[in-house]
Nanobody
């Protein structure tokens, strides 16, 4: 069965950086767009970033644009989310997901999900 496994979360001070990884298995990587979502306590899951299957088109939420970058390594079947200049409002569980839509911007467009990795931004 398809597996998506996130890693790289942790505790970081405001202004710091983290790189999340999402290792994908049993899925034809080039057929799926990939995305990152996050969910803070008491809030709904929200879109963060998306990348189309070819890896040449990306899209970001306004709250992270200019600070986060999504990328993929086809040889490693891994998707990354580089997060810079982190803020306390970025604290959440971060999920990676796969979609057959292409460039999915909504959670309901994604069919496969990882279990998430916690990111905490605090002094």
């Amino acid at each position: 069965q398809v597996q998506l496994v996130e890693s790289g979360g942790g505790l970081v001070q405001p202004g710091g950086s983290l790189r999340l990884s999402c290792a994908v298995s049993r899925l034809t990587f080039s057929d799926y767009g990939m995305g990152w979502f996050r969910q803070a306590p008491g809030k709904e899951r929200e879109f963060v970033a998306a990348l189309n299957p070819r890896g040449d088109t990306d899209y970001y939420s306004n709250s992270v644009k200019g600070r986060f970058a999504i990328s993929m390594d086809n040889a490693k079947n891994t998707v990354y989310l580089q997060m810079n200049n982190l803020k306390p409002d970025d604290t959440a569980v971060y999920f990676c997901a796969a979609t057959s839509v292409g460039l999915g911007l909504r959670a309901d467009e994604y069919v496969y999900w990882g279990q998430g990795t916690q990111v905490t931004v605090s002094a």
